[in-house]
């Protein structure tokens, strides 16, 4: 599956955003998405993950209350609304496909490349 995440941009502490990622083949429905993030001098982190139907979802601590994961089966598309940003919340967003809703990145299987977000003080 190819994916493909846009939306990402500069926006005021306290504003929103948000990331669309668009995925290829008719198997959409079949795979966990999820959100992660990489900020400079950081480790790539988990964000948010999404179940194949949508109705089970996870998130990071630091953005529970804040962000929202939401998919579109018919539209191959996952999203995130991303609600009082932050500036600690810039970094680069990947969107991610996989079987399993876990936090843990090696378990998933496909990676889209990201888009940037940039939120400033």
């Known amino acids: 599956v190819q994916l493909q995440a846009s939306g990402g941009g500069l926006v005021q502490a306290g504003g929103s955003l948000r990331l669309s990622c668009a995925a290829s083949?008719?198997?959409?429905?079949?795979?966990?998405m999820g959100w992660f993030r990489h900020a400079p001098g950081k480790e790539r982190e988990f964000v948010a993950a999404i179940s194949r139907g949508g109705v089970s979802t996870q998130y990071a601590g630091s953005v529970k209350g804040r962000f929202t994961i939401s998919r579109d089966n018919a539209k191959n598309t996952v999203y995130l609304q991303m609600s009082s940003l932050k500036p600690e919340d810039s970094a680069v967003y990947y969107c991610a496909s996989g079987s399993i809703l876990t936090a843990t990145q090696p378990l998933w299987d496909y990676w889209g490349q990201g888009t940037q977000v940039t939120v400033s003080s």
């Open positions: 083949g008719r198997t959409f429905s079949s795979y966990v």
